[in-house]
T-cell receptor, first 116, second 108 residues
């Protein structure tokens, strides 16, 4: 069972470069999320999606874009990388119901991005 | 005010002790509540969901007080392997919001 797969695991970017972090899940989850985690901090929600073709902003969307053309894939794009985007990025997926105890998230292993 | 706030930590407690974590959330429309555990340089993993009636899983007990918008986690008979960061998590509408986390060090 692959679960949630993120690539790349590590990447160094120069200021102004762009790149896409890939995320794919094989659990047929409708809901997918992108978070960033700065050192010693909690996870901040960047974007999320409740199904193919639907995306929405989270707490810190500036500087990022997403798309959701299929249920499985939810790539995160950085258009003009800045040092403030140096962070660990986590993708997660869940079933998405609002029932108590539901919508448990399965996370990918993370992508560590450094912008110099 | 942050939507989910936790004790800042770190907590340094001896093995075998009982430790309690507190969490408050600001939006009364929040629907589901969880505790996640995150080991150093790893992804978060679900520890337990939190139900209104309170729930227990072995040495771990979670409580929810909707009136006070307060969530707690109690760890009894702590083990060295409990050392980690504990994240309070709230599901509001379709958003899942994480607290900053509280780091726990269990001392031998």
């Amino acid at each position: 069972n692959a679960g949630v797969t993120q690539t790349p695991k590590f990447r160094i970017l120069k200021i102004g470069q762009s790149m896409t972090l890939q995320c794919t899940q094989d659990m047929n989850h409708n809901y997918m999320y992108w978070y960033r985690q700065d050192p010693g901090m909690g996870l901040k929600l960047i974007y999320y999606s409740v199904g193919a073709g639907i995306t929405d902003k989270g707490e810190v969307p500036n500087g990022y874009n997403v798309s959701r053309s299929t249920t499985e894939d939810f790539p995160l794009r950085l258009e003009l990388a800045a040092p403030s985007q140096t962070s660990v990025y986590f993708c997660a997926s869940g079933l998405g119901t609002s029932a108590p105890g539901a919508n448990v998230l399965t996370f990918g292993a993370g992508s560590r991005l450094t912008v110099l | 005010r942050k939507e989910v706030e936790q004790d800042p930590g770190p907590f340094n407690v001896p093995e075998g002790a009982t430790v309690a974590f507190n969490c408050t959330y600001s939006n009364s429309a929040s629907q589901s509540f969880f505790w996640y555990r995150q080991d150093c340089r790893k992804e978060p993993k679900l520890l337990m969901s939190v139900y209104s009636s309170g729930n227990e899983d072995g040495r771990f007990t979670a409580q929810l007080n909707r009136a006070s918008q307060y969530i707690s986690l109690l760890i009894r008979d702590s083990k060295l392997s409990d050392s980690a960061t504990y994240l309070c998590v709230v599901n509001r509408d379709d958003k899942i919001i994480f607290g900053k986390g509280t780091r726990l060090h269990i001392l031998p």
